[in-house]
């Protein structure tokens, strides 16, 4: 018999205690515990980037996390990020830098750029594409991504 | 992902306790290999001991002629640390070059080196640098470490807690990275030391392996041009989709003239 662990962290501010399975994913507790469905599983493979949350503000793979991992930090997601009326600085470059096609790598595109740009205010096109070999788009081609976060860092280190 | 029941034990005696109880029992660190493994139902077990709740084994220190590394040290900082810049940039440029920023950000190198991947790219830094693994038990020559495919000298139940480098006087890694995970589809770590020059070739064979040859070749002289003759034998090579053991033989000569490179350029 298999004992759920008690987590607590906070999620994009607000504290969360729940009981959970040892094997429950963090992205599966965001996506089907809390309804969170603006982070996305792409693969089985640890490979796509689109579940990217922020983990004490670092962004890490929640599809390659258990939930019980997380207990006690911080966690954001996209959800945490802005709001359609207030877009965060991120958000808003890939809007008008048209940094999207279908959207379903976009989440985990904008908080890995976002981890990125707080260390980077000024990057170049190489590092952000060093940067982003964790994420995978199947849509764009990657160019407008790239402009994106050129402009969201800079946007970032303004705001 | 089958069900296991979680333990996050807060001393090392308690991780070893727990361990003894289930023998079925796993160590979970970074979780980068683990987690994806449990996720395809490769493995089951019963219960995983998380090490994330010893912040004892996280953590660099550099001094008396070494860098040393504890196991939960994460890839993403012994890239980033100054310390390890200064003293063995070689093997900062290494850890900068696993995976993706997310990999980084929770893999560690107890993780890397107990998993034993013959792709990964510690080992290389491991054998090359002729490191020495720290255990809850015992301490364990790099060349005595790694024994063969995702396999390892550590016992049921031995617990990593650090890695300890001698600092060379000049050291060089290159890999030519699958293009999708950066895995080493052929990866050579190069180090001089008064104790003589290593050369550690992983991604190519079973295992991670060393190269006498070359050694030779570079303590008689160590530049590129010395090694440029020495040819390495594809028959002990791997061969995948990826590449063929003829092309990989080939690799090891090129990412070795380029770590020798490194190492005098550094
Ligand atoms: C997309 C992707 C790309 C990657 N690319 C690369 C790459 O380019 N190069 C590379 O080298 N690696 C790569 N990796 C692997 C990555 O480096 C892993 O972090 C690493 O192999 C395992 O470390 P971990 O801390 O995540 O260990 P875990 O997954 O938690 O554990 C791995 C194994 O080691 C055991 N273990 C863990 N810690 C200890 C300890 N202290 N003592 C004894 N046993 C222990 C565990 O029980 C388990 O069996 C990649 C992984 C992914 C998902
Ligand atoms: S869902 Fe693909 S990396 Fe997490
Ligand atoms: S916009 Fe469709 S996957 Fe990136």
């Known amino acids: 018999m298999i004992d759920t662990v008690t987590v607590m962290f906070s999620v994009n501010g607000n504290d969360v205690s729940a009981a959970v399975e040892p094997r429950t994913l963090l992205v599966t507790f965001l996506r089907e515990h809390l309804g969170l469905t603006g982070t996305h599983i792409g693969c089985d493979t640890s490979q796509c980037g689109a579940c990217v949350v922020h983990l004490d503000g670092r962004s890490v793979k929640s599809c390659t996390m258990l939930a019980v991992q997380a207990d006690g930090q911080a966690v954001t997601t996209i959800e945490g990020l802005g709001t359609p009326e207030k877009l965060h600085p991120m958000q808003a470059a890939f809007n008008e830098n048209h940094g999207l096609q279908c959207g379903f790598c976009t989440p985990g595109m904008i908080m890995s750029a976002v981890d990125f740009a707080q260390g980077n205010p000024s990057p170049t096109p190489h590092e952000v594409r060093e940067w982003l070999e964790g994420n995978i788009c199947r849509c764009t081609g990657y160019h407008n991504i790239v402009a994106s976060v050129e402009a969201g860092a800079r946007a970032m280190a303004k705001a | ?266």
């Open chain 2, 1 to 266: 992902m089958y069900a296991f029941d979680y333990h996050k034990p807060r001393s090392l005696a308690e991780a070893t306790a727990l361990l003894n109880a289930n023998p079925e029992a796993r160590l979970l660190a970074g979780g980068m290999t683990l987690i994806p493994t449990l996720k395809q139902r490769l493995a089951s077990p019963s219960d995983l001991v998380d090490l994330g709740g010893l912040p004892d084994l996280a953590g660099i220190f550099v001094g008396d002629g070494e860098v040393r590394i504890g196991a939960m040290t994460t890839h993403a900082t012994v890239a980033h640390s100054a310390e390890v810049r200064a003293a063995l940039p070689a093997l900062a440029a290494l850890a900068e070059g696993i995976g993706d920023p997310q990999v980084r950000h929770r893999g560690t190198i107890g993780g890397s080196i107990s998993n034993a991947d013959p792709a990964a790219d510690y080992p290389a830094g491991v054998v090359g640098l002729g490191a020495t693994v720290v255990t809850d038990r015992r301490e364990i020559a790099a060349d005595n470490f790694f024994t063969g495919m995702f396999e390892t000298a550590l016992e049921p139940g031995e617990i990593v807690r650090q890695v300890r480098f001698p600092i060379p006087e000049a050291a060089g890694y290159a890999k030519f990275p699958n293009p999708a995970s950066r895995y080493a589809v052929a990866g050579v770590f190069v180090a001089r030391a008064a104790g003589g020059v290593r050369v550690a070739v992983t991604g190519a064979g079973p295992s991670v392996f060393r190269v006498p040859e070359m050694e030779a070749a570079l303590t008689a002289s160590f530049t590129p041009e010395a090694i440029a003759s020495v040819l390495v034998d594809a028959d002990d090579l791997n061969t995948d989709l990826h590449a063929t053991a003829a092309y990989r033989a080939h690799l090891v000569g090129v990412m070795a003239a380029r770590a020798v490179t490194s190492a005098l350029e550094s």
